[in-house]
């Protein structure tokens, strides 16, 4: 059983919709759980990092950890065409160690 | 602010061939990263440095890998000798001072390496 695992996709999203992404993970002493946006032939970007259960929200983009559940979430509002990326989730251990899954692929259609 | 820099940005080798890449991080960033991504997969952790020590190289290949940090600015990643499962792209990040809690690392292009 992979750390991190994903949903590889792609998930394809009508423009002005909400994107849904979903990650779940292995290790229950995970300590940190982040978001980051992968363009074709690009480097990942942050989006979000959460510690706390429950919800965090920054601009369009929500992220929510359930740590009983082990899952994490991320929800993308009111989609655009440059929200068409893949989006690795990844967990942080105490030491700072990251750990990513595969990454969702999302395509946001006109 | 510069980002962090990588050179080159692309590597074609035969295999058997060594290969070096280059990394310079963010100015003031004590923690370097050296990480592996293959096509469709997330990056993985080869190499962390907390200033000039490599505190978690488990998941390095020693036996052909190498790394240093000289001064704990620059990095170089060596490959000798390359095999045709070694072509990826090769990604180095760095991030501020840890305070127990994650710090947003941040990438550079990355160096993508093909070995025919």
């Known amino acids: 059983q992979k750390e991190v695992e994903q949903n590889s996709g792609p998930l394809s999203v009508p423009e002005g919709a909400i994107a849904s992404l979903n990650c779940t993970y292995s290790?229950?002493?995970?300590?940190?759980f982040f978001w980051y946006r992968q363009y074709s032939g690009k480097s990942p970007e942050l989006i979000m990092f959460?510690?706390?259960?429950g919800d965090k929200e920054d601009g369009r983009f929500t992220a929510q950890l359930n740590k009983a559940s082990q899952y994490v979430s991320l929800l993308i509002r009111d989609s655009q065409p440059s929200d068409s990326a893949t989006y690795l989730c990844?967990?942080?251990?105490?030491?700072?160690?990251?750990?990513f899954g595969a990454g969702t692929q999302v395509v946001v259609t006109p | 602010e510069a980002g962090v820099v990588q050179s080159p940005r692309y590597k074609i080798i035969e295999k058997k061939q060594p290969v070096a890449f280059w990394c310079n991080p963010i100015?003031?960033?004590?923690?370097l990263y050296w990480y592996l991504q293959n096509l469709g997969q997330g990056p993985e952790l080869l190499i962390r440095?907390?200033?000039?020590?490599?505190?978690?190289d488990s998941q390095l290949p020693k036996d052909r890998f190498s790394a240093e940090r000289l001064k704990g600015v620059d990095s170089t990643l060596k490959i000798q000798p390359a095999e045709l499962g070694d072509s990826a792209v090769y990604l180095c990040?760095?991030?501020?001072?840890?305070?127990?809690?994650?710090?947003?690392?941040?990438f550079g292009p990355g160096t993508r390496l093909t070995v025919l």
């Open positions: 990040a760095s991030s501020g001072r840890t305070s127990g809690k994650y710090n947003e690392q941040f």
């Open positions: 290790d229950r002493g995970s300590q940190s």
């Open positions: 959460i510690y706390s259960n």
């Open positions: 990844g967990r942080g251990d105490s030491w700072g160690k990251l750990q």
């Open positions: 100015s003031g960033h004590n923690t």
């Open positions: 440095y907390e200033n000039e020590e490599a505190v978690d």
